[in-house]
C-alpha cells in the first residue's frame, strides 16, 4: 500500500487482505517454537518458560518463552547502564538514521508483523496492520520533529555573558534504586 495507512485507507484497499495473506503462512511455520532470552546478545539459562496461547484459538500456542528473574533484570539494567555512553555520544544524525533504518525494516515487515499481532492479541488484520503503521509513524514523526528542533537546540538569546542555548542530550537510566 502505499502513501498513509489509517484505518479508512485500510478498508478500502484490497491490496492491504492480499499482502496479509501473503504473509500469514510464513508467520504460521514461526509458531510453537521455544525462544531464548537475549540481553545485550547474551543468552541466560531459563528460570523457567511460559506457554503463549492465542486468544483467537486457544489450541494456537504462539510459543514457548523465558522468564527472566532478578539476575536477568539487573543485567538489563546492567547492559543499558553500560550502552547507554555510546549511544548517547553518538552524533545525532546518525541517532536518526537507526531510528529510520528500524522504521524502515518495520515497514518492510509489516503485514509478517500485522499477523503475528492478530494471532498473539486477538486484533484483527485491519487493527494489526494499523498499529503496526501508527508505530512506524511515531518512530518517523519524532526523528522529524528531532531534526527540525536542531536535535532539540534552542536558542535562548543574549545577555552580559554572551548568547546562550538549551540543548537537551540523553540522560540515561533514572530508575530507582537501579
Known sequence: MNGKITYVTLESDAGMHTSYEVALPAVERMLGHH???YIGGKGFEPTGEFEVRSPVDRDIVIGRFQSGGEKEAHA???VA???FP???GTDPAER???LRRAAD???EEMYSLAA???LEAGKTRTEAVAEVGEAIDLIRYHCSVYEQSDHFTVP???GRAGRSRSVMRPSGDRSAGA
Do not use: V
Request: aromatic content about 4%.
Open 156 to 158: 535562548m538569546g543574549s
Open 116 to 118: 503475528l499481532i492478530t
Open 86 to 88: 555510546r549511544w548517547s
Open 96 to 98: 536518526l538514521k537507526i
Open 76 to 78: 538489563a539494567i546492567r
Open 81 to 83: 547502564k553500560d550502552t
Open 35 to 37: 525462544h531464548p532470552l
Open 105 to 107: 525494516r518495520l515497514q
